[in-house]
């Protein structure tokens, strides 16, 4: 009997669900203004005829351009970021170059994180700055400031707090709210005996994009969330508060603003809180708490969970993981609305590795779900009635699975005097041995999902497998000259005609590969 072939092996690498497309055709109807003038029309058309050239068996990716740095290394938007977002290339060019190198500072004025701002796309801003792509910065002295990605220029700069020490940044919701996050506060055993109040956790201080407005800044203490507190979040504002003993409490960030709010500041306006009189937004005082929590919000719902929880979908949907042994290694999918477990909604992927499955949310907006094993990835659709009180319901859309040696699970050996030895063989899922799936990416201006690749150990190496978002059709696979150590982080990034590898060798050092599409013709057919 013939063997039979994993999925990924009966999914042959072929253009049958791309629509054929003439390239040069195209591109002199183009030039000679056949098409409509929209931007947004030309953008479409543009990525569509980038896609099948990307996709076509003749284009390749060659190594165009690599550099090292002692810290980490970030990239968002074609622009890569050296030495702490001092030092910006734009990798859209033929190689990289730089665009711009801000002036060295001390360790106290260095940049702990940042963001990157796109430009909006509908209205108009006050300030034509404003209409600009940017980077969100965050400084270690608490200066948070909008700098131009083309120039460096810095075109806004906001002082958050001489006393609480904001380090991080993240989306409350992508390109709309940010919020930037203090380190937890911790009193020293002399302060605890002069009597000082330790009762605050931390402190967020949230933020409109497109112009950059003050929501306000919000005081996180353990008086009024219990001093189990571990950490906070806000996510589709939605206020998440962990605590040590696995539960996580959802709070309305809107109602608490509404409820909370002491007052409305305006970044560059004079205030005066309890007697304290200031500019806000400017030293030496920053920016005050105006959004202090007396007592408890009311409390959309609670779960217990091992590692966290996920928002998203449509409806909302929330993923987590129960507390509890039976239920390690599963996820369950349930309905933000009422908290009802979906139809199908444990998911187990009972797979045995060293690194556990993840499981998110699909960027798209597709009311979808990835779960990544080491050896398959499924893409989950949630299935909801609108207007209905029916329980949603959690199916397959399609899976994409490794190729592996069925073989490989059981030897035969033969001994001398002829007898017939079987001898088992146990492999993790993601042994160096087999075929291992990394990380899952949406690329989404050509809608293709990007799965990592990490070749067998003894042929080194690794690809990229670009697979259609509808079907999970294979369409394309990339060979790299580059082997992937689970031991080190590391990331591939595909933007485009560039792929951006950045990785951190066993000396601490930081490379970047960046490799560029190389086509060998354009065709006509």
């Not at 003038?37 to 058309?45: E, F, H, N």
């Not at 970030?74 to 050296?82: D, I, P, T, V």
Request: charged fraction near 25%; include cysteine; glycine fraction near 6%.
């Amino acid at each position: 009997m013939c063997p039979k072939h994993t999925t990924s092996q009966q999914r042959p690498l072929t253009r049958q669900r791309r629509s054929t497309k003439n390239a040069c055709r195209y591109m002199d109807h183009r030039a000679k203004g056949l098409y409509s003038t929209d931007a947004g029309c030309l953008l479409r058309r543009n990525l569509s005829l980038l896609r099948e050239i990307l996709l076509n068996d003749d284009t390749t990716f060659e190594l165009v351009w690599s550099k090292s740095s002692k810290s980490p290394v970030s990239y968002e938007c074609g622009r890569l970021y050296f030495e702490n977002y001092r030092c910006c290339y734009t990798s859209q060019q033929t190689k990289p170059s730089l665009l711009y190198e801000l002036p060295k500072c001390s360790r106290a004025e260095k940049i702990e994180d940042a963001l990157f701002l796109r430009s909006p796309l509908g209205g108009t801003l006050p300030s034509p700055s404003d209409q600009r792509p940017s980077l969100l910065t965050l400084s270690a002295n608490s200066w948070l400031c909008r700098i131009c990605s083309d120039t460096g220029e810095v075109l806004q700069r906001v002082y958050l707090s001489p006393q609480h020490k904001f380090r991080y940044l993240a989306w409350d919701d992508s390109q709309e709210t940010v919020y930037a996050k203090s380190i937890q506060r911790k009193l020293s055993p002399l302060a605890r005996q002069a009597g000082l109040d330790d009762s605050v956790l931390m402190y967020l201080a949230v933020f409109q994009v497109f112009p950059l407005k003050l929501i306000g800044v919000l005081e996180i203490n353990k008086r009024v969330f219990g001093n189990t507190v571990v950490d906070v979040v806000l996510t589709q504002g939605v206020l998440a508060v962990s605590h040590r003993t696995h539960s996580v409490r959802l709070y309305s960030f809107e109602r608490i603003v509404q409820m909370f709010r002491t007052k409305k500041l305006v970044t560059g306006e004079p205030y005066d809180v309890s007697g304290t009189q200031g500019i806000v937004g400017e030293p030496p005082l920053g920016i005050p708490v105006n959004i202090r929590i007396t007592e408890a919000p009311p409390v959309l719902f609670e779960v217990c969970s091992q590692e966290g929880m996920q928002i998203g979908g449509n409806p909302f949907h929330f993923i987590y993981t129960p507390s509890g042994k039976e239920h390690k290694g599963t996820h369950h999918v349930c309905s933000l609305k009422d908290g009802m477990l979906a139809k199908n909604g444990v998911q187990d992927m009972d797979c045995c590795s060293i690194e556990s499955d993840s499981i998110f949310f699909h960027p798209d907006q597709s009311a979808r779900i990835i779960h990544v094993a080491p050896n398959t990835v499924n893409v989950l659709k949630i299935l909801t009635e609108w207007g209905g009180g029916n329980q949603s319901e959690i199916v397959k859309d399609f899976s994409i699975t490794a190729q592996r040696d069925r073989n490989a699970a059981s030897q035969v050996t033969v001994t001398s005097s002829g007898r017939t030895v079987k001898r088992r063989v146990y492999q993790l899922d993601d042994d160096p041995e087999n075929e291992t799936f990394g990380r899952v990416e949406y690329e989404d201006e050509l809608d293709l999902l990007q799965v990592v690749v990490k070749h067998r150990e003894e042929s080194g190496g690794s690809s990229v497998c670009l697979h259609d978002n509808s079907s999970g059709a294979m369409m394309k696979r990339i060979l790299l000259p580059v082997s992937l150590d689970e031991t080190y982080p590391h990331q591939l990034i595909l933007d485009r005609d560039t792929i951006i590898h950045i990785q951190q060798s066993n000396n601490g050092v930081f490379c970047c590969h960046v490799y560029k599409m190389t086509p060998r013709r354009i065709w006509t057919e």
